[in-house]
C-alpha cells in the first residue's frame, strides 16, 4: 500500500493557489518548530466571500499538499465557510494522511483562521473569539 495518495501526490507535484496576495485583506502564519513546516496564508475577501487565496509552504510534501487543498476548499465560499473548514475535512479531502503527518493538515487549517482573525482585526469586525485557538499557546504552531 502507498503511503501517500493520488491526491496527496497531486497536491504535491501540481500545488494549486501559490504566491502571494501583495495587498491581501488577511494574513495567517503558522509553523511547527519539530518538523519545520511553515505555512503562510494570504485571503483576498469582497462582499464576505473569499475571492482569492494563495500560499507559501515551506515543508514537506504533506504540508504542500494539505496547504493547496485547504485552499481550493475554501477559495470562492464564503468567510463562515472557510471558518468551519477543519483538519479532518483537508485530510478526507486529500483521502488520508499517514498519522505521522496529520500535523500538517492542522497547521493549514490553523493558518486560514489566523488569516481570518487577521482580516477581522484589519477591519473592525467583532467576532466571537472562541473561533480563534490562542496558536502562540500551542506546542506545534510556533513561527521563530
Do not use: Q, W
Not at 477559495?75 to 500538517?104: R, W
Not at 469586525?125 to 499557546?137: C, G
Amino acid at each position: 500500500m502507498a503511503l501517500y495518495s493520488e491526491k496527496v501526490m497531486d497536491h504535491f507535484r501540481h500545488p494549486r493557489n501559490v504566491g502571494i496576495i501583495e495587498d491581501a485583506d488577511g494574513v495567517g502564519e503558522v509553523g511547527n518548530p519539530v518538523c519545520g513546516d511553515i505555512m503562510k496564508i494570504y485571503l483576498k475577501i469582497k462582499d464576505d466571500i473569499i475571492e482569492d487565496v494563495k500560499f507559501e509552504t515551506f515543508g514537506c510534501g504533506s504540508a504542500i499538499a494539505s496547504s493547496s487543498m485547504a485552499t481550493e476548499m475554501i477559495k470562492g465560499k464564503p468567510v463562515s465557510e472557510a471558518l468551519s473548514l477543519t483538519n479532518k475535512a483537508v485530510t478526507e479531502a486529500l483521502d488520508g494522511l499517514p498519522a505521522h503527518k496529520l500535523h500538517c493538515s492542522v497547521l493549514a487549517e490553523e493558518a486560514i483562521k489566523k488569516a481570518m482573525k487577521d482580516y477581522y482585526d484589519r477591519n473592525g469586525i467583532a467576532y466571537d473569539p472562541s473561533l480563534f485557538p490562542v496558536f502562540e499557546d500551542c506546542d506545534h504552531c510556533h513561527v521563530h
